[in-house]
């Protein structure tokens, strides 16, 4: 079965500071792929980043980078710098290109004050 | 572009009432699916559709049915709304790079 923990309920910070975000996923496929997802305030859904279990290749865009270890089936998420509008809360999500189905984890919530 | 458009955005229901929460989508995605989010929770697979012709349930479906009605659109049900449903809900789709692309949500409470 798939499962996606993301312990962390609800983190605060001080502006500028970093901040990272776990996820920590539970799979047997041998592809899939793994998301993250912003919900600010506002309510929509964000897409930040999609990685394929075939590509361990870090990736860093702007303030944001992601580390993807297969080894710890972990994919988390740094905020370098964080500001106040970075504060929203993050879904990590598993996806099997075998089932089409997409699991959430239960977010974490992240405060950023200023 | 419209891309994921749900409708209603709020809605109030007695309980017992029925309810369609209706979803298109103008991407030609293959798959379409519909998510509930509470508190804590986070969002939650209620069912999905692969392709067109072809509905699955997700992690949490009692108490809802769906209809893919064509490539489009994706409809979800509440025969007999609880207030256990009061929830918002959401809808996607997701083309060949299994990328979700999400509706802004329907806010629905069952009293």
């Known amino acids: 079965a798939q499962k996606v923990t993301q312990a962390q309920t609800e983190i605060s910070v001080v502006e500028k500071e970093d901040v990272t975000l776990d996820c920590v996923y539970e799979?047997?496929?041998?592809?899939?792929?793994l998301f993250w997802y912003k919900q600010p305030p506002s309510g929509e859904l964000v897409f930040l980043i999609r990685?394929?279990?075939?590509?361990?290749q870090n990736e860093i865009s702007g303030r944001y980078s992601w580390n993807f270890q297969k080894s710890t089936s972990s994919f988390n998420f740094t905020i370098t710098a964080s500001q106040v509008v970075d504060s929203a809360v993050y879904f990590c999500?598993?996806?099997?290109?075998?089932?089409?189905?997409?699991?959430f984890g239960t977010g974490t919530r992240l405060k950023v004050l200023a | 572009n419209a891309g994921v458009t749900q409708t209603p955005k709020f809605q109030v229901l007695k309980t017992g009432q029925s309810m369609t929460l209706q979803c298109a989508q103008d991407?030609?995605?293959?798959?379409m699916y519909w998510y509930r989010q509470d508190p804590g929770m986070g969002l939650r697979l209620i069912y999905y559709?692969?392709?067109?012709?072809?509905?699955d349930k997700g992690e949490v479906p009692n108490g809802y049915n769906v209809s893919r009605l064509n490539k489009r659109e994706f409809s979800l049900r509440l025969e007999s709304a609880a207030p256990s449903q009061t929830s918002v809900y959401f809808c996607?789709?997701?083309?060949?790079?299994?990328?979700?692309?999400f509706g802004s949500g329907t806010q629905l409470s069952v009293l």
């Open positions: 996607a789709s997701s083309d060949y790079r299994a990328q979700l692309f």
């Open positions: 799979t047997r496929d041998t592809t899939y792929y």
């Open positions: 990685r394929n279990s075939f590509d361990e």
């Open positions: 999500a598993l996806g099997s290109s075998g089932t089409y189905k997409y699991i």
């Open positions: 991407m030609n995605h293959n798959s």
């Open positions: 559709s692969a392709s067109e012709g072809t509905t």
